[in-house]
């Protein structure tokens, strides 16, 4: 393998074509950036945080927007959304600008297809209010756990990036039209709905994980709040490959 093609392997391109896919390069990518991605919450300490284990078991947390929208609790919600990225402190700006967002429903939308963002892990943020977003809404839906490279997802990722891989050189962010329960995949695609217990539910997902819009008669509105566009929907992405902390790794 040649310089060129090292720095494609270790870099954050979404799908790289490559006869090496035969034996497994496309694995190895998503599972070297996933423990890249581990190592680092580990050495920042943040895989202590209370929510560390619900993040990397199911990819997706519910929490109260407004508690965490109170001066009081920023720091609490900088260091959440700081475990669930893996980053350094200060990678989130202190503080975020909020949008509010419509979602017209189109049956063209190519978001309704489960699918993947990339390879590795990426933060993404949404706000639902209580009796905004229903089932009717076309809200995210999501496959819990699907974040965690485990067989049946690497067996799914194999079976679409081997040559000649069509598909994904059309459309790198990965589309999957399996069926979860036969595939032995992590769950089913389920609904993502706001929580009776709070005004506003705080999404917070890693769209590694399997996700798509939900359908909706088309015209529909979804109305959310996201973080301003430059934050690319959410935290802003890290790549998985270049880290600092080596050198007191084992300090």
Sequence with gaps: IGISVMKDILSMKRFLPHHLNLLGLSLLRSVLAERMINARRAFYGLDQHPDAAEWKREGVLLKDYDYYLHPDNQEEFQLLLQMCSASKPNHIPSTLTWVEKNVFSDRNDPQLQA??????????IWVYQRGDVTIENGPLHFMRGSSQNNEAKLRWIYSVTIPP??????????????????????????????????KRTLIIADTSGIHHRGHAVPGTVRRTIRVQDNMQGGVPRLDPFEWSGWETWEK
């Design 165 to 198: 891989s069509i598909e994904a050189m059309k459309e790198p962010s990965l589309r999957y039209n399996g069926n979860a329960t036969n595939d032995g995949m992590s769950d089913e695609l389920r609904p993502v709905l706001p929580l009776e217990d709070y």
């Design 115 to 124: 699918h993947i963002d990339t390879f590795h892990s990426v933060v993404k």
